[in-house]
């Protein structure tokens, strides 16, 4: 059973992954979280909004949803799109493997995640869209 949930919304604009990270952090709050794990929730959240704004519509709108669940002491965050899904789930969670190299990006976003995360899970269907699910016991 949880303790609370929300989600929300949002066009995959670059502005919102700033939204985002705040929305994640006041929501965790209740868990009374110590300053570095709220920093790594926040930043484990960027990196899987960013992914979704980036990666996910390739240049087209479309919309992030971010969902939330606690649970005693656990958190859970789904970040979701409906764009056009990773074709091979392994190699993108390579560390520095990048989709988009003409925009420089680093290709460690999942590694990242996986860091300051206690679990991750990516699901993907090409055309479909991608969720990534993310939980972290906090002390």
């Known amino acids: 059973m949880y303790k609370n949930r929300m989600k929300v919304e949002f066009p995959n604009n ?3 992954e700033r939204f985002a990270r705040t929305v994640a952090a006041a929501f965790v709050l209740e868990l009374d979280p110590t300053v570095d794990e709220l920093s790594e929730i926040k930043t ?3 990196e899987a909004v960013t992914n979704a704004i980036i990666h996910g519509y390739d240049k087209a709108d479309g919309i992030v949803t971010m969902e939330g669940t606690i649970f005693d002491d656990t958190v859970e965050f789904v970040i979701s799109d409906n ?3 990773i074709p091979d ?4 969670r390579e560390p520095l493997f990048t ?3 003409e925009m ?3 290709g460690m976003g999942f590694t990242i995640m ?6 991750i899970d990516v699901e993907s269907e090409v055309g479909r869209g991608t969720r990534i699910t993310m939980t972290k016991k906090l002390k």
Not at 89 to 92: E, F, H, L, S, V
Not at 114 to 119: A, H, R, V, Y
């Open 104 to 106: 420089e990006r680093s």
């Open 89 to 92: 789930i392994r190699r993108a």
């Open 99 to 101: 989709g988009k190299p």
């Open 44 to 46: 484990a959240i960027s």
């Open 83 to 85: 764009g056009v899904g």
């Open 114 to 119: 996986e860091t300051f995360m206690d679990s």
């Open 14 to 16: 670059s502005d919102n």
